[in-house]
């Protein structure tokens, strides 16, 4: 049974940062390709970024140079630097395997943006 968990997630000014956290149990966490997701009000949820076991990562362009993902195998933890925060970063972000697991999804992480 994999539980992930997401945590990091708040109110933030326009250009602000936030880290997010997802803490992974119960898998060979090391082995999984990881994601970031996101759902915004209104919207189907979508892939936000990815990396590989081995470390390599991706991105959509609507963060690319904004937001960072890591993980830290050690500590099946995965991790989202956000940085340059919009208004439209706006939305409940979710981790997931890459890709997704349907019973894996966790209960997400509120991520507002707003002056």
């Known amino acids: 049974q994999v539980q992930l968990v997401e945590s990091g997630g708040g109110l933030v000014q326009p250009g602000g940062s936030l880290r997010l956290s997802c803490a992974a149990s119960?898998?060979?966490?090391?082995?999984?390709?990881m994601g970031w997701y996101r759902q915004a009000p209104g919207k189907q949820r979508e892939l936000v970024a990815g990396?590989?076991?081995?470390?390599?990562?991706n991105y959509r362009e609507f963060v690319k140079g904004r937001f960072t993902i890591s993980r830290d195998n050690a500590k099946n933890t995965v991790y989202l630097q956000m940085n340059s925060l919009k208004p439209e970063d706006t939305a409940v972000y979710y981790c997931n395997g890459l890709p997704s697991i349907s019973s894996w999804w966790g209960q997400g992480t509120q991520v507002t943006v707003s002056s």
């Open positions: 119960g898998t060979i966490f090391g082995g999984y390709a």
């Open positions: 990396i590989t076991s081995g470390g390599t990562t």
